[in-house]
T-cell receptor, first 117, second 110 residues
Framework: NAGVTQTPKFQVLKTGQSMTLQCAQDMNHNSMYWYRQDPGMGLRLIYYSASEGTTDKGEVPNGYNVSRLNKREFSLRLESAAPSQTSVYFC????????????????FGPGTRLLVL | QQPVQSPQAVILREGEDAVINCSSSKALYSVHWYRQKHGEAPVFLMILLKGGEQKGHEKISASFNEKKQQSSLYLTASQLSYSGTYFCGTVTGGGNKLTFGTGTQLKVEL
């Protein structure tokens, strides 16, 4: 049982390049999330998928796209990377989402450290 | 809107107690607490739900004041392993997302 896995662990991009961050979970969770973490800013939600087949924008979606490939996998794509996207990216999952104000524990992956030059 | 955490940072000697606060400008449905050690992923500590239900860590306690839209995390008899950054996350009325605060850095020294 690996939990939430993310690839790659580290990445350096040049401005304008594209890349896809991969995330997979083996806990049979319905909901998956992408966050970015910047110093002093906490964790900010980029996109989330409440269930397979659905995706919604979070607080900071500009410059990103997502795909919920199946129940296990949720990818984040940067089409044209910018220095402002330098950050640590965390994927997380939970059994269900937060609709109705309840919700379960989120389990986080180890993170991807991205540097855009 | 992000919840506000206080203090931003605190240094303790081993065995001392600490309180970390989390305030929201909107009505809260639930408050979630996480701890993150340097270079690692956040780890779940506790959920407090509207109505008083709690789920979480045996050695950590927290309160949830629905009227004041606040939550406090109580760390007693601190240990070196308590060091890290503590985040509260909130789900506000009608919302379906978890919004995190900017964190409280806690350092426990000998």
């Amino acid at each position: 049982n690996a939990g939430v896995t993310q690839t790659p662990k580290f990445q350096v991009l040049k401005t304008g390049q594209s890349m896809t961050l991969q995330c997979a979970q083996d806990m049979n969770h319905n909901s998956m999330y992408w966050y970015r973490q910047d110093p002093g800013m906490g964790l900010r939600l980029i996109y989330y998928s409440a269930s397979e087949g659905t995706t919604d924008k979070g607080e900071v979606p500009n410059g990103y796209n997502v795909s919920r490939l199946n129940k296990r996998e949720f990818s984040l794509r940067l089409e044209s990377a910018a220095p402002s996207q330098t950050s640590v990216y965390f994927c997380a999952s939970s059994i269900k989402g937060f609709s109705g104000g309840r919700g379960e524990t989120q389990y986080f992956g180890p993170g991807t450290r991205l540097l855009v030059l | 809107q992000q919840p506000v955490q206080s203090p931003q940072a605190v240094i303790l000697r081993e065995g001392e107690d600490a309180v970390i606060n989390c305030s929201s400008s909107k009505a809260l449905y639930s408050v979630h607490w996480y701890r993150q050690k340097h270079g690692e992923a956040p780890v779940f500590l506790m959920i407090l739900l509207k109505g008083g239900e709690q789920k979480g860590h045996e050695k950590i306690s927290a309160s949830f004041n629905e009227k004041k839209q606040q939550s406090s995390l109580y760390l007693t008899a601190s240990q070196l392993s308590y060091s890290g950054t503590y985040f509260c996350g909130t789900v506000t009325g009608g919302g379906n997302k978890l919004t995190f605060g900017t964190g409280t850095q806690l350092k426990v020294e000998l």
